[in-house]
């Protein structure tokens, strides 16, 4: 199974899960089958659902899916903070294994599939770059009981939009500012707390993502 | 209690763990903050939430090779890594500290540097070092500055010095500028975790003798 996926181009394998599913009468798998490479937009809020049936059914197509958008972008990301292209296509694929076994820990409340690979990525590139451990929070997690409202997903994937819109609107100079730090590119006494951007709405946002969950936790 | 923290992470340090450029020491410092305070939590998902935004602008085009998909499902198939052992959350240290220790409290295993003070080093990168130090209540952490960045944060009881009270969650985040006396409450012995990127000064002539043993 895992080597026919490899033999043949994803969007073949989209279609014959297509097919598939529709011999089944599966109703879950709906919208566009495939993101092309480049195109992520009208994607974010699909990501979530990729990520929701992969921690409810293995679902190796949306892994696939998940995997042809962001695994080069990882790579890109890790070959910019410094690792060579062998080492970065290694984490590469270790990264998205992770996602794969840490699906039922993603909340969509509080980010976008995009964030929390991200972090994934960073950890990656902390232990294998740095030779360090990282340290990380307590997990807070909904629990295989309860699940996020859908409004809080959409308004979360909506302001991390939003800042996005923001950032490719900043000065050069400071985007790339912003951009070296999150390659590792600077030290934490360089780093300037004054980043110029909004940051207001989405940390209110997830703040209050975090007061329902200890409700829920509770 | 989560609610009653009053002395914060920074903005600087808050990014600069989320974009992964801090020593462990500091990470640790941070990562035991966020478990306890949601406030800071959130503001450092929100600086993660630019790092999201960072790698989705990523040119997509360095292609992973072929085989590369077959071979994660290869790594998927070798099952999840083993899932870290779960800690009571009723703990005095947080879950991240636990798993530098060991265990709660009373797995600690506390050095004796003087005046009933104690301190267990914990094993992180040397860049810079995190300790947790035992103040008997009532006792005082000799008069020091700094020459670095020095970050005290309570887990057990309070103490007080020049500046606040810090009590449970509470960061104190001391420059080269301050030169305190933190003295614990005296109504419990106080546990702290405290990280320094640099030796500590001693003002006066005996904890100065100190110094060897405390590593700082």
Known sequence: ?218 | MRNEIKHHMTDDLLMAYAAGNLPEAFDLMVATHLSLCDHCRARSESFDAVGGCVLQEQDASASMSDGSLAATMALIAQGAPKAKPAHPTCAVLPAPLQDYVGGDVNAIKWKPVGMGVKQAILPTTSEATARLLFIPAGAAVPDHSHNGIELTMVLQGAFSDEIDRFARGDVEIADQSIHHTPTADISEDCICLAVTDAPLKFSKLMPRLFQPFLRI
């Open chain 1, 1 to 218: 199974m895992f080597t026919e996926i490899d033999t043949v181009t994803l969007d073949d394998v989209a279609a014959q899960h297509v097919v598939k599913s529709a011999v089944r009468g599966a109703k879950r798998f709906k919208g566009k089958p495939v993101n092309g490479p480049n195109k992520c937009c009208d994607s974010r809020k699909e990501w979530v659902d990729h990520v929701r049936r992969i921690r409810d059914a293995k679902d190796q197509i949306a892994f696939a899916e998940l995997f042809q958008h962001f695994a080069p972008r990882i790579k890109a990301f890790l070959i910019k903070s410094g690792s060579d292209a062998a080492l970065a296509e290694e984490c590469a694929q270790e990264v998205m294994a992770t996602l794969w076994h840490k699906a039922h820990l993603f909340d969509p409340t509080r980010a976008t599939v995009a964030t929390w690979v991200f972090t994934i990525a960073r950890n990656k590139r902390i232990d294998v770059l740095r030779k360090q451990r990282r340290p990380e929070p307590e997990d807070l997690w909904w629990g295989p009981e309860a699940e996020p409202e859908q409004e809080d997903v959409l308004a979360l994937q909506q302001e991390t939009a939003q800042l996005r819109d923001a950032m490719a609107a900043l000065p050069e100079a400071q985007r790339q500012l912003i951009e070296k730090a999150y390659f590792g590119d600077l030290s934490h006494r360089e780093i300037a707390s004054q980043t110029g951007l909004p940051l207001g709405t989405i940390k209110s946002r997830i703040r209050l993502a975090l007061d329902r969950l200890r409700h829920a936790m509770n």
